[in-house]
Structures are given as C-alpha cells and as structure tokens.
C-alpha cells in the first residue's frame, strides 16, 4: 500500500499547480512584486507562523509518540532557526516595528487558516492536526526547489525563495511527510479520509495566502 501522503499530494496537485504560478510568486521571482506587497504578505505570515509554533506544542501534548512529539517540540521552539532569523533581517530592512504589526488587522484568509488547523486540533484527531500542518512545510519546500536555480534580481525576495531550499528546512519537510505517513498506516479507512480532507484544505488556504498578500486582503467591513 502506497504512503497516505502520495495520494495527498496527487489529490493536492491542482492547487499546488495554482500556487506555483499565482502572479504573487511569478512577480516575486521577476523581481516585480511590488515591496508593499510583500511587507503586508510578511505581516500576516507573522501571526500564521505564531500560531503554526503553538499548534506543534498543542499537537505534541497530544501525542504518545516520543519521534513525534520530539520533533513538534524542537519545531515549535525554533527548529527551522533559518526561516526565523531570515524574518527579523526582513522586518528590519522593511521598517515593519511592533506598533504596525499590531496595528495591522488579521486577514480573512489569514484567520480562516489559522481556525482550520485549530479545528483539527479542537475537533479532529491528532492524526488530522499534524496533517493540517504539512503543506506549509511541503508546498514552500518544492516552491523554494523550483525557484531557487531561477533566482529573483531582488535580493529580499532571492532571501526569501532561499530560505525554503535549505538543507535544513528540506530536512524537516521530509521528517514531517514520515511523520504523516506513519499516522496514515495507523489510522482507519475513516481517519484516513479525514487527513485527506485536512490536507486539501490546508493547500487551500495555501493557495489563498498568496491571493490575500497580492491583493492586500481586507474584510470590506
């Protein structure tokens, strides 16, 4: 029997397919992405990746596993350090201080995604919540491969696109699909659909983050 997360990332593929050519990242790559753009994608990846750190500790209190409830620990307290440190060296460079990180609104996209995983949490299964969590290590791991021989003539966003083809960052995309792959051999023909499902909907949300940035995305409220 195939691994669980090859048929999540067959099924997946359309969406990735739509993130890897969304004029976010196609700018991004030409280097005609304008910056305010991209302060306000940085912005809001803020709080998403806040969250996502709280989501590893949740999940790990959860877990019996000690490989996986290890590597959720060492993940939310800063195991992928690159992808931290590259994002102070962004806000510094882009002047984004603390006043206009709080006094920029959460996005709808933004806050929906973040409700998703925290509803896999609350109301899914452990299996489920990891599962939620692996195509922001996955998507951004291939998107970064992609890109990183193409390059971009703007230094930030080249950072940027850098960041996601280490051999760290891959080191921890690959432990996470295992990790996902091992919960999918236990799980019942039920639970297994329900990952599925976890899945597509977190490279949704995936898809529309790129969306939100591009057109700086507000409630309309």
Not at 14 to 26: C, D, G, M, N, V
Request: hydrophobic share 35%; charged share 25%; glycine share 4%.
């Amino acid at each position: 029997m195939q691994p669980i997360s090859v048929k999540m990332h067959e099924l997946a593929k359309p969406l990735w397919e739509k993130s890897f050519h969304h004029p976010f990242i196609t700018e991004l790559a030409a280097g005609s992405l304008p910056m305010d753009n991209f302060r306000y994608y940085l912005k809001q990846d803020r709080y998403y990746l806040g969250n996502f750190a709280d989501l590893h500790r949740k999940i790990a209190a959860q877990t019996t596993d000690p490989a996986i409830k290890q590597f959720l620990i060492e993940g939310a307290d800063g195991m992928n350090s690159g992808e931290t440190e590259i994002r102070k060296e962004f806000f510094g460079e882009l002047k984004i201080d603390e006043n206009e990180i709080k006094t920029t609104p959460i996005s709808p996209n933004a806050y929906n995604y973040v409700a998703h995983m925290y509803h896999e949490l609350n109301e899914g299964t452990t299996a489920t919540a990891t599962t939620a969590l692996l195509p922001c290590y996955w998507l951004y791991n291939e998107m970064g491969q992609q890109l990183v021989n193409v390059g971009s003539p703007v230094k930030i966003y080249q950072q940027f696109i850098e960041t996601y083809d280490s051999p760290e960052f891959s080191d921890a995309t690959n432990k996470m699909i295992s990790i996902v792959d091992k919960l999918g051999a236990e799980a019942s023909d039920e639970e297994q659909e329900a990952m599925i499902k976890s899945f597509l909907r977190s490279s949704y949300f995936e898809l529309n983050f790129w969306q939100m940035a591009y057109e700086k995305e507000t409630w309309g409220v």
